[in-house]
């Protein structure tokens, strides 16, 4: 069903307009706070309708027992990857708290986000001070390791990490396990595999960017891009190298060995190694090779395999 739709239907359901007169009754003098604590009850009375049916059909009918089961569903939504945060389900359930207290006054006994619900304080994005230079402005070379630390966990370019819409790809990531990524040469869209690595680093890397924003317009990219390039350097990387780091990492989580570049054997050393832990001939090693790297390819968005020859292979 449309959302405009459903809110609408649920603003005449007897189990809202209740709930609704008694927090404009108990809040008139506090209008912020009543129409906060509207959009909560609206939002539960949506949750209660749509899974309860008909058992919730006035405000009496409310107990203690469904704001818990409502608890326990927004523990699932954050689960599911629908939340960055559990601040906003939090915030959610103590606004329902405050609006049960204001109708039923000492007899309700205030439902615990943990305890009651499982429902703790948990965040995807880092909370931290900004660390500052003598200037009073955010370390670059701080933000250019968030920077490549992204790229490090999803394989993507320089560009492409700066472009990527952060809360959307963690979103994403947490909900479906993959990240969608556009290719800033040709636009094509492909699938990046979000692991816990991935997670991390994309709510590091929002956190930078809320801090990248401080700074004046010239240094928002070019001075940026400039210490992005410097850290990369002393890390051991090369200017767009820091996604080798993915690739050698996805090559070891699909064959469960090392590349020939960690282990230092050289190919056929390598390609025999691979048949003798997958129990397979060396042809069929040499497939499962191949087939590897293509996917890889496919996730990193290059055409083939030959580029990954530079972050795999020994070379010769």
């Known amino acids: 069903m449309d959302k405009t739709l459903q809110r609408h239907r649920t603003r005449r359901h007897t189990l809202y307009r209740e709930g609704a007169s008694q927090i404009t009754l108990a809040y008139s003098e506090d209008l912020k706070k009543q129409r906060h604590l509207l959009g909560q009850w609206l939002k539960f009375c949506i949750w209660s309708i749509s899974q309860d049916g008909g058992q919730l059909d006035t405000l009496g009918s409310v107990t203690r027992e469904h704001i818990i089961r409502y608890g326990r569903y927004l523990k699932t939504e954050f689960l599911n990857g629908n939340y960055a945060s559990t601040a906003a389900p939090l915030g959610y359930l103590s606004a329902l708290n405050t609006v049960m207290k204001a109708i039923r006054g000492d007899a309700w006994q205030t439902v615990s986000p943990r305890q009651d619900c499982g429902l703790a304080a948990v965040s995807c994005i880092p909370k931290r001070k900004p660390a500052l230079g003598q200037d009073g402005l955010p370390d670059l070379t701080e933000l250019a390791g968030y920077l490549l630390a992204l790229q490090a966990a999803l394989g993507v370019d320089?560009?492409?990490?700066?472009?990527?819409?952060?809360?959307?790809?963690?979103?994403?990531?947490?909900?479906?396990?993959?990240?969608?990524?556009?290719?800033?040469?040709?636009?094509?869209?492909?699938?990046?595999?979000?692991?816990?690595?991935?997670?991390?680093?994309?709510?590091?890397?929002?956190a930078a960017r809320r801090l990248q924003k401080r700074l004046p317009k010239p240094m928002a990219y070019d001075d940026f891009v400039i210490a992005h390039k410097k850290l990369a350097a002393r890390k051991g990387y090369s200017t767009h190298t820091a996604r080798g780091v993915y690739v050698r990492e996805r090559y070891q989580e699909l064959t469960c060995l090392p590349a020939p570049m960690v282990s230092g054997l050289d190919q056929a050393a390598h390609l025999q190694a691979l048949a003798d832990h997958a129990g397979k001939t060396l042809s069929e090693a040499k497939g499962l090779d191949k087939h590897t790297r293509h996917r890889i390819a496919k996730e990193i968005g290059v055409l083939g395999i030959e580029p990954l020859k530079a972050y795999l292979d020994q070379r010769v």
């Open 158 to 206: 320089l560009r492409e990490a700066l472009s990527l819409d952060l809360k959307q790809a963690l979103t994403e990531g947490r909900r479906t396990g993959f990240v969608t990524v556009a290719s800033w040469r040709s636009g094509m869209r492909r699938q990046v595999p979000c692991r816990p690595v991935a997670v991390q680093a994309l709510g590091q890397a929002i």
